[in-house]
């Protein structure tokens, strides 16, 4: 079945420095590909995707790009600051079984990244 | 912004008591679904729902899960006689047709 592996964290960096956080998959078929972040408090958040291989997800300065040959949907972002503190999830997303728009989110364990001053 | 609520926020029970978890999903959305994260564990899927069925369920949700939408807006789990494995958070999604899930915050479930 499909699944998904991540980075084990914790993840604690200086504000402005590089992230990566690792996630691979396994899947068949073309499954698309999320990174959900939940902040303290919070529920989970879209925070980027990507639909088809080599395309890359962006947003708040975070990127993925969806690698098929590596099955893989790396996490980036430049210059990460206190306020990205959270847990990160990623995701692979396909039509549940009984077709339609009905889709099943399978996720990884979640990445907890620590932003410190 | 439209977005999913959950309640409540916190729920603290005894083991084989019944518990109810609401959700308000967002209103022109037409799939809802329940997920589960045990402490430390992945975000599980447990069942989706659609046009006032279930759509698909897991392996996890068994005879005694149930869920519901007993009228137009809320969506609700019942755990008929909880155990102590079902401490977890459970959270509420939706989506329209773009298989973009909205998650509410989610109602964490303690079994004593």
């Known amino acids: 079945g499909d699944s998904v592996t991540q980075m084990e964290g914790p993840v604690t960096l200086s504000e402005e420095a590089f992230l990566t956080i690792n996630c691979t998959y396994t899947a068949t078929g073309y499954p698309s590909l999320f990174w959900y972040v939940q902040y303290p408090g919070e529920g989970l958040q879209l925070l980027l995707k990507a639909t088809k291989a080599d395309d890359k997800g962006s947003n708040k300065g975070f990127e993925a790009t969806y690698r098929k040959e590596t099955t893989s949907f790396h996490l980036e972002k430049g210059s990460v600051q206190v306020s990205d503190s959270a847990v990160y999830f990623c995701?692979?997303?396909?039509?549940?079984?009984?077709?339609?728009?009905?889709?099943?989110?399978?996720f990884g364990k979640g990445t907890l990244l620590t932003v410190n001053p | 912004e439209p977005e999913v609520t959950q309640t409540p926020s916190h729920q603290v029970t005894q083991m084989g008591q019944e518990v109810i978890l609401r959700c308000v999903p967002i209103s022109n959305h037409l799939y809802f679904y329940w997920y589960r994260q045990i402490l430390g564990q992945k975000v599980e899927f447990l069942v989706s729902f659609y046009n006032n069925e279930i759509s698909e369920k897991s392996e996890i949700f068994d005879d005694q899960f149930s869920v519901e939408r007993p009228d137009g807006s809320n969506f609700t789990l019942k755990i008929r006689s909880t155990k102590l494995e079902d401490s977890a958070m459970y959270f509420c999604?939706?989506?329209?047709?773009?298989?973009?899930?909205?998650f509410g915050e989610g109602s964490r479930l303690t079994v004593l």
């Open positions: 995701a692979l997303n396909r039509v549940g079984n009984s077709g339609g728009s009905n889709y099943k989110l399978t």
């Open positions: 999604a939706s989506s329209e047709h773009t298989g973009e899930l909205f």
